[in-house]
C-alpha cells in the first residue's frame, strides 16, 4: 500500500427485505441511522476522504449525513456494487492509495477491525485484500473460493454458485481493500453475465487472478461484525449489539448495572463514577447522570440532569423540565 487511503461507502441501495419505502440505511439502529453508526465508525480511521454513494431517496441519505465531512457520489440507476464503486470514480482521482469499500448496511464493524485489515493489506503487497468471515449458515451470502494454498480465486454470488460452491461456508463480507491503480481499470472490465444483470464489485477478484496480481483474504474472527442488517430482526439484532457494547464499555468505566441486559443509554448520556442502574431503565438525549447517582427500575429520563449522590425513584418519566 503506498500513497493515501481513502473510504467508499455504498448507501444506493432500497433494501426491499425491509418491507420499507424508506432507504435502508436511514433505518434506525441504536439512536441513529445505521449508515452514521459506519461514518461515525470510519472518523476513527486516518482517512485522506471519504466518498458515500447515494441513490435511492439520495436527498434524505445526504441530509443525514450533512454534519460529516464527506462527499457524495450520485448513482443514478442501481446496477450493482461494481457501478456503484464507479459513481465515486471522480473523487478518487490520485494514481495511488488504497480504497476502502464497505456498505452503509453494516453498523456493527469495529475501526479495530478495519485497521488491522489495513495494515495486513500493506504487509503483503496486495492489489486487493477481501474480509471474509465463517458462518456455519451461509445462506445469502457470497461464497469465497479459495485454492490448496489458500489464495482467493474468485468469489461467487449465491445465485450463481453450483451445488458445491453453496457448500462453502467462507463467506464475503463485503468489505475490501483495493489499490487505486487497479481497481477502475479492472471494474471497467466487468460485465453483467450473471443471475442479476449487475455489475458485480466480486467480479474483480477473478480479474485481479488473471492479471497475476496478489489477492489475499483477512478473516474476520467474529461474525456478528460484519452482519449486514437487510431485515426488521436484523436492525433488533443490531440495535442489542451496540446497546452491549455501550453498556460494557460503561461498566468498565465505573458504573454499575444490575441488569444490562434491559438497560439502554444512549451514547449522547454522561454518566458519572458509582453510579448504579438497575435494570428495564432507558437513558436518552442530552441526559446528565451525576456521581453516586441510584436509579431504581423502569425509569426513562431524556434530557434530564440528575445532581451527584440522587435517588430516582422506580417508574420515574422526565423529560427536559417535565418529571411525572
Same mark, same amino acid.
Given at each position: 500500500m503506498s500513497g493515501?487511503?481513502f473510504?467508499?461507502?455504498?448507501?444506493?441501495? +432500497? &433494501?426491499? $427485505? /425491509?418491507?420499507? *419505502? %424508506?432507504?435502508k440505511?436511514l433505518h434506525?439502529?441504536?439512536?441513529a441511522p /445505521?449508515v452514521?453508526?459506519?461514518? @461515525? %465508525?470510519l472518523?476513527?480511521?486516518?482517512?485522506?476522504k471519504?466518498?458515500?454513494v447515494t441513490?435511492?431517496?439520495h +436527498? $434524505?441519505?445526504?441530509?443525514?449525513l450533512?454534519?460529516? *465531512?464527506?462527499?457524495?457520489?450520485?448513482?443514478?440507476?442501481?446496477?450493482?456494487?461494481?457501478?456503484?464503486?464507479?459513481?465515486?470514480?471522480?473523487?478518487l482521482?490520485?494514481? +495511488? &492509495?488504497?480504497?476502502?469499500?464497505?456498505?452503509? @448496511?453494516?453498523p456493527?464493524?469495529?475501526?479495530e477491525?478495519l485497521?488491522? /485489515?489495513l495494515? !495486513?493489506?500493506?504487509?503483503?503487497?496486495a492489489?486487493?485484500s477481501? %474480509?471474509?468471515?465463517?458462518?456455519? *449458515?451461509?445462506?445469502?451470502?457470497g461464497r469465497?473460493?479459495?485454492?490448496?494454498?489458500?489464495?482467493?480465486?474468485?468469489?461467487? #454470488? !449465491?445465485?450463481?454458485a453450483?451445488? =458445491?460452491? $453453496?457448500?462453502?461456508? #467462507?463467506v464475503?463480507?463485503?468489505?475490501?481493500?483495493?489499490?487505486l491503480d487497479?481497481?477502475?481499470?479492472a471494474l471497467?472490465?466487468?460485465?453483467?453475465d450473471?443471475a442479476?444483470?449487475?455489475?458485480?464489485l466480486t =467480479?474483480i477478484v477473478?480479474?485481479?487472478?488473471n492479471e497475476?496480481r496478489?489477492?489475499?483474504?483477512?478473516?474476520?474472527?467474529d461474525?456478528? #461484525?460484519?452482519?449486514?442488517v437487510n431485515s426488521?430482526?436484523e436492525?433488533?439484532?443490531?440495535?442489542k449489539?451496540?446497546?452491549?457494547?455501550?453498556? $460494557?464499555?460503561? /461498566?468498565?468505566q465505573?458504573?454499575? %448495572?444490575?441488569?444490562?441486559?434491559t438497560?439502554c443509554?444512549?451514547?449522547?448520556v454522561?454518566v458519572?463514577? =458509582?453510579t448504579?442502574?438497575y435494570g428495564?431503565?432507558?437513558?436518552?438525549?442530552?441526559?446528565?447522570?451525576?456521581?453516586?447517582?441510584t436509579? #431504581?427500575?423502569f425509569?426513562?429520563?431524556h434530557?434530564r440532569?440528575i445532581?451527584?449522590?440522587?435517588?430516582v425513584?422506580?417508574f420515574?418519566?422526565?423529560?427536559?423540565?417535565?418529571?411525572?
Amino acid at each position: 500500500m503506498s500513497g493515501d487511503v481513502f473510504a467508499v461507502v455504498l448507501a444506493a441501495g +432500497k &433494501g426491499t $427485505r /425491509m418491507k420499507s *419505502d %424508506m432507504a435502508k440505511v436511514l433505518h434506525v439502529v441504536f439512536f441513529a441511522p /445505521m449508515v452514521n453508526h459506519v461514518i @461515525d %465508525m470510519l472518523q476513527q480511521i486516518t482517512l485522506e476522504k471519504i466518498v458515500v454513494v447515494t441513490g435511492h431517496q439520495h +436527498k $434524505r441519505v445526504e441530509e443525514s449525513l450533512s454534519h460529516y *465531512d464527506v462527499v457524495f457520489a450520485r448513482q443514478k440507476e442501481q446496477l450493482g456494487t461494481g457501478h456503484a464503486v464507479l459513481s465515486a470514480q471522480p473523487y478518487l482521482r490520485s494514481g +495511488k &492509495g488504497t480504497v476502502l469499500i464497505l456498505c452503509g @448496511d453494516t453498523p456493527l464493524v469495529k475501526a479495530e477491525t478495519l485497521k488491522s /485489515m489495513l495494515a !495486513e493489506h500493506e504487509s503483503k503487497g496486495a492489489a486487493l485484500s477481501v %474480509m471474509t468471515t465463517i458462518l456455519s *449458515d451461509p445462506t445469502n451470502y457470497g461464497r469465497v473460493i479459495t485454492d490448496d494454498s489458500g489464495s482467493v480465486l474468485k468469489i461467487v #454470488e !449465491e445465485k450463481d454458485a453450483s451445488v =458445491d460452491e $453453496r457448500l462453502v461456508q #467462507e463467506v464475503n463480507a463485503g468489505i475490501y481493500c483495493v489499490e487505486l491503480d487497479f481497481l477502475f481499470g479492472a471494474l471497467q472490465k466487468v460485465g453483467t453475465d450473471n443471475a442479476q444483470g449487475e455489475v458485480y464489485l466480486t =467480479d474483480i477478484v477473478q480479474i485481479a487472478c488473471n492479471e497475476g496480481r496478489q489477492v489475499t483474504k483477512f478473516l474476520c474472527g467474529d461474525p456478528l #461484525e460484519i452482519t449486514g442488517v437487510n431485515s426488521r430482526v436484523e436492525l433488533a439484532v443490531a440495535h442489542k449489539i451496540l446497546q452491549q457494547r455501550r453498556n $460494557r464499555d460503561l /461498566m468498565l468505566q465505573g458504573i454499575s %448495572m444490575y441488569d444490562p441486559e434491559t438497560t439502554c443509554i444512549e451514547p449522547s448520556v454522561s454518566v458519572g463514577q =458509582d453510579t448504579l442502574i438497575y435494570g428495564n431503565c432507558h437513558l436518552s438525549g442530552a441526559t446528565t447522570i451525576g456521581a453516586g447517582v441510584t436509579i #431504581e427500575p423502569f425509569v426513562n429520563l431524556h434530557d434530564r440532569t440528575i445532581g451527584d449522590g440522587c435517588l430516582v425513584k422506580s417508574f420515574t418519566y422526565a423529560t427536559g423540565n417535565h418529571l411525572a
